[in-house]
């Protein structure tokens, strides 16, 4: 069964210095990856993905994600945090176009960025 | 290029009531999806459409729920009768497959009462 775990339930972070927001995951074949972010009484936006190919993957807002396939990781990272960063953030994995999950997305629990000034 | 519309935003309603929720998908997306998200959690899928044909609908209530995308656009999640258990954002989604990126609407706040 595929699953999504995000170990943590917040994070914080100043302003300007780095962040990570981890992420791990389970599926059968190989894994489709999606991080999404979520701001108060929005939708999810879509930030990134990996589906194949250099395992540093670059999105939206300056983000990105390192896919660890030994460490079925998924971790979504910024060199350098803003305020307005402060949102609550989600992992997805998906199983790949041979599983018999194709197109049902799975996501973890979220983790709540907070960035202070 | 406008996104996925959802409404009404914010409904609240009496237990045993009925009901309904409507979706507008991005153009040309043939993919949707509806969602449920309890509060603290990630989203649930509840159905996948193809066009209009509901390909995955193995996570809905079928004693309560129904949803239905006519003419392969626009679709609507309907809940009769709604339950207490039943209070929760529900999030429509659109994607132009089903291998591709989803792209989500605002979502309808319900509350039952």
């Known amino acids: 069964a595929q699953s999504v775990a995000q170990p943590e339930d917040q994070v914080n972070v100043a302003e300007g210095n780095p962040l990570t927001v981890k992420c791990t995951y389970s599926?059968?074949?190989?894994?489709?990856l999606f991080w999404y972010v979520q701001y108060p009484n929005r939708g999810l936006q879509f930030l990134l993905k990996y589906i194949t190919g250099d395992n540093l993957v670059k999105g939206s807002y300056g983000f990105e994600a390192e896919f660890n396939k030994s460490q079925t990781s998924f971790h979504l990272k910024k060199p350098s945090a803003l305020v307005s960063d402060s949102a609550l953030y989600f992992c997805a994995v998906r199983g790949g176009a041979s599983s018999s999950n194709t197109g049902k997305l799975i996501f973890g629990q979220g983790t709540t960025l907070q960035v202070k000034p | 290029e406008a996104g996925v519309v959802q409404s009404p935003r914010y409904k609240i309603i009496e237990k045993k009531q009925p009901v309904a929720f409507w979706c507008n998908p991005i153009?040309?997306?043939?993919?949707l999806y509806w969602y449920r998200q309890n509060l603290g959690q990630g989203p649930e899928l509840l159905i996948r459409?193809?066009?209009?044909?509901?390909?995955?609908d193995s996570q809905l209530p079928k004693d309560r729920f129904s949803a239905e995308r006519l003419k392969g656009v626009d679709s609507t999640l309907k809940i009769q009768p709604a339950e207490l258990g039943d209070s929760a954002v529900y999030l429509c989604?659109?994607?132009?497959?089903?291998?591709?990126?989803?792209?989500f609407g605002p979502g309808t706040r319900l509350t039952v009462t």
């Open positions: 599926v059968s074949g190989n894994p489709y």
């Open positions: 989604a659109s994607s132009p497959g089903p291998l591709r990126e989803q792209y």
């Open positions: 459409y193809e066009n209009e044909e509901a390909v995955d």
């Open positions: 153009s040309g997306h043939n993919t």
